[in-house]
């Protein structure tokens, strides 16, 4: 009851056949080849442009660390004077 023999399998593949049709399979799972290639492909690339950022791109309005009494007054003129 709990494992499916194989007529069972086949019953099933014969249903989902029938209901899309074979060239919609085939084009379902080839969709699902190039998006497992592409996963490999972009896991293998050693640097990420996405992921890089140096520090003259980072937002200029960051939250200051814990500790330090700049106050907004101060942020605005230093960033614009």
């Known amino acids: 009851?709990?494992?499916?023999?194989?007529?069972?399998?086949m019953?099933?593949?014969i249903v989902v056949l029938l209901?899309?049709?074979s060239g919609k399979v085939s084009g379902l799972m080839g969709d699902f080849a190039k998006?497992?290639?592409?996963?490999k492909k972009?896991?293998?690339?050693d640097t990420d442009a996405s992921m890089?950022?140096?520090a003259a791109e980072r937002p200029a309005g960051t939250i200051a660390a814990p500790g330090t009494t700049?106050?907004?007054r101060e942020t605005a003129t230093?960033?614009?004077g």
């Open 1 to 9: 009851m709990g494992s499916f023999s194989i007529w069972h399998w």
């Open 11 to 13: 019953v099933v593949l």
């Open 19 to 21: 209901l899309f049709g």
């Open 35 to 39: 998006g497992i290639k592409s996963f």
């Open 42 to 45: 972009n896991m293998a690339d």
């Open 52 to 54: 890089e950022a140096s």
């Open 70 to 72: 700049t106050t907004v």
């Open 78 to 80: 230093t960033r614009h």
